[in-house]
């Protein structure tokens, strides 16, 4: 079945970019999303790609997709204390399968 | 405001008690998932169901069990056959299957810890 890797942890200062990553195994997923969770919380979307596309910008967050190596990245640019967080990628292909989740930790 | 509302938040049970968590959404979607957290595991998904009076076993359902009889309500009980239940439980809910769009709403999540 499909198989979704994040490395555990990422730490930061505050004002550099983060950059998280995932790589997945099923090269058929149609859409691939970045989801975030707060301590605590339940999960947020934050953005998603479709998988005929390279790039997708959204204010601070950039997502990368690379097709031909089955690996997605989110960068968020000024990483601010409150980016700190979870943050999960998922891919679509019959079902939703998330991967295992970053922690973000954003130091001053 | 809509939205999708779990209880209780925090929840203490006794080894051979079973226990339901609530799950309730007024959002008017037709598709509703149980996941379970664990540290360092991320999201796996116990039950799903699309429609009313219908839902399938996700990826961990042993010792699990749910309900679906109002399009509303997806309460999930942990039963005591669960052998390791002490974890984050987070509820769901999307427009219509995952597969589609994948945007899932999730509830703020219960915690369910076995003493």
């Known amino acids: 079945g499909e198989d979704v890797e994040q490395s555990l942890f990422l730490s930061v200062r505050e004002g550099d970019s983060s950059v998280i990553n995932c790589t997945y195994t099923d090269s058929s997923s149609t859409y691939l999303y970045w989801y975030k969770q707060e301590p605590g919380a339940g999960l947020q979307l934050l953005t998603y790609i479709f998988s005929n596309m390279d790039m997708k910008q959204d204010q601070r967050l950039t997502v990368l997709l690379n097709k031909k190596d089955k690996h997605l990245s989110l960068r968020i640019a000024d990483t601010q204390t409150g980016d700190s967080a979870i943050y999960f990628c998922a891919v679509s292909t019959d079902k939703l399968i998330f991967g295992t989740g970053t922690r973000l930790q954003v130091f001053p | 405001d809509g939205g999708i509302t779990q209880s209780p938040k925090y929840l203490f049970r006794k080894e051979g008690q079973n226990v339901t968590l609530s799950c309730e959404q007024n959002?008017?979607?037709?598709?509703m998932y149980w996941y379970r957290q664990d540290p360092g595991q991320g999201l796996r998904l116990i039950y799903y169901s699309q429609i009313v009076n219908d839902f399938q076993k996700g990826d961990i359902a042993e010792g699990y069990s749910v309900s679906r009889e109002k399009k509303e309500s997806f309460p999930l009980t942990v039963t005591s056959a669960q052998k390791n239940p002490t974890a984050f439980y987070l509820c769901?809910?999307?427009?219509?299957?995952?597969?589609?769009?994948?945007?899932?709403?999730f509830g703020e999540g219960s915690r369910l810890t076995v003493l």
């Open positions: 769901a809910s999307s427009i219509e299957g995952a597969k589609n769009t994948g945007e899932l709403f």
């Open positions: 959002l008017n979607h037709d598709a």
